[in-house]
């Protein structure tokens, strides 16, 4: 051992200290491994500068005839005991968070207490001589009464405890705890925290967690439940209403297929039928927006089947109306139409019906027609690559053929029925003339159009290819050497 450690054990000792201090505190917590291997190398050689000046952690300090010494020897073998217990625990916390990760925080503390107190007792047994029996009956009788004054904190704690062992939910989770919603975002000694979805911070002590209802909306990891409410007439017919509702599931594409979704009868009463529609999607994100699209095609479909919300504002259409004249009140184009308008415009509309899977417009017609859905789901077919996929789905109120309309463009999409379906048809020599009157209309459907014609042209645009870097060594690996 080099001469100066020798002559200045104590020194050297508490010199090593602070640069395990200096050194824990400077080197980032990415790199946690050479942390770790920084603590132990230094701790070995701190226990090498004790053990070769006698000072020994097991025994009691030496200079007995020298109080200073005698003083500063003892702190520093109960300071070897502290060092080797931080040592340990955080060597054991290393290991633990390759196998459990940050789930098993709260056990990782645990274990640094018990091995912090171990170190204590045997700090007090061997360096201080202390008999050990009278510390532990003292400090047992100070735990009852400290644990009498924190009765509600630790019961807290071995509920934290119970939860990290059996795990109903972990870090990142969406979970509902006694109907409090939110996103886990830390898990500790006393408390679980969770992100609500309007941004709020909500502390939920572990105790109560423990004992109350649990909702774990990410397990499985690959579908979500939702579920909307609706209210209608009780006067409306069960089967229309279950009916139009299938349709709206059907005309909502993030719905998973598999589970299925389903539309089930919840209550009745004088007041309204409570309807539900249940489904499932992949993503956490996706609920709200599903949630909200769910129940507006459901609010169009039930429309079309001449079935109210009982929270909807009645209808301004008069009730003797034809479905033609009830249709242009719900179309987005011609609502604005004048009364007269609309009961003039209503008696060009004809009714067409098409089965599922009829196609109604073909990709590259030229459509001298305006078709306005009453009923049903139009699926919308794009080419990409030379393969078909389905882009979007349209429900009632919605208008198809536009492009022929106005420019007499080719349809860039296959429109064809995904269930049965109702439209009406307004022929192209009687709707120009109302263009060209009516310029609200014409830019409502330009509108339409425009933004028709840059979505197909995002969902269909290719995505560039990469070049590959071509070199000495890819040239190498291409003939295997």
Not at 15 to 26: P, T
Not at 234 to 257: D, K
Not at 259 to 277: L, N, Q, W
Not at 466 to 481: H, I, S
Request: glycine content about 6%.
């Amino acid at each position: 051992m080099p001469s100066f450690i020798s002559d200045h054990p104590m020194l050297c000792a508490l010199g090593l200290i602070f640069i395990d201090i200096a050194v824990w505190r400077l080197i980032s917590a990415d790199l946690a491994n050479w942390k770790l291997a920084a603590r132990l190398v230094i701790f070995a050689v701190f226990s090498a500068v004790l053990f070769n000046d006698g000072m020994n952690p097991m025994l009691v300090a030496p200079y007995a005839d020298n109080t200073a010494l005698h003083m500063a020897a003892t702190a520093l073998q109960i300071g070897w005991w502290l060092f080797a217990a931080r040592t340990l625990t955080v060597l054991l916390g290393a290991l633990m968070m390759q196998r459990v990760g940050h789930t098993g925080r709260l056990l990782q503390d645990l274990l640094g207490a018990v091995i912090f107190l171990i170190a204590i007792i045997a700090a007090l047994a061997y360096v201080l001589d202390l008999p050990v029996k009278g510390v532990l009956a003292t400090s047992g009788a100070v735990a009852i009464i400290v644990g009498l004054a924190l009765q509600s904190t630790l019961s807290d704690v071995f509920s934290g405890i119970v939860l990290n062992t059996t795990k109903p939910y972990q870090l990142d989770d969406w979970i509902s705890i006694d109907g409090t919603e939110g996103r886990v975002t830390d898990i500790d000694w006393r408390a679980t925290r969770l992100q609500t979805s309007q941004g709020s911070l909500a502390v939920i002590p572990n105790s109560l967690a423990a004992k109350a209802k649990i909702i774990n909306f990410s397990r499985p990891a690959d579908m979500f439940g939702l579920a909307v409410s609706l209210q209608v007439s009780p006067h409306a017919r069960p089967q229309t209403v279950i009916e139009a509702l299938e349709r709206a599931m059907q005309g909502c594409r993030p719905l998973l297929a598999n589970p299925a979704p389903s539309v089930a009868f919840k209550t009745s009463g004088s007041a309204g039928v409570e309807y539900e529609i249940s489904g499932f999607v992949p993503a956490m994100s996706l609920k709200r927006e599903v949630r909200n699209q769910l129940y507006d095609l459901a609010f169009r479909h039930l429309q079309s089947a001449g079935v109210s919300l009982l929270s909807a504002t009645e209808s301004s259409t008069p009730a003797t109306a034809s479905a033609a004249r009830a249709l242009l009140e719900r179309s987005s184009i011609f609502s604005t139409l004048r009364q007269e308008e609309k009961d003039t415009f209503s008696q060009n509309m004809t009714l067409h019906t098409y089965r599922t899977g009829e196609m109604i417009l073909a990709a590259g017609e030229v459509s001298d027609h305006l078709f306005i859905i009453e009923s049903g789901v139009v699926s919308v077919m794009l080419t990409k690559g030379g393969h078909k996929f389905e882009a979007g789905r349209m429900g009632p109120g919605e208008a198809i053929g536009e492009a022929g309309i106005l420019s007499d463009q080719a349809a860039l999409a296959d429109f064809s029925a995904k269930t049965f379906c109702t439209l009406y048809r307004i022929e192209k020599e009687y709707l120009k003339p109302c263009l060209e009157a009516r310029h609200d209309i014409s830019e409502a459907m330009k509108a339409l159009l425009d933004f028709r014609l840059h979505a197909a042209q995002a969902l269909t645009q290719e995505t560039p290819v990469v070049p590959v870097k071509k070199g000495f060594l890819q040239w190498l690996k291409k003939r295997g050497l």
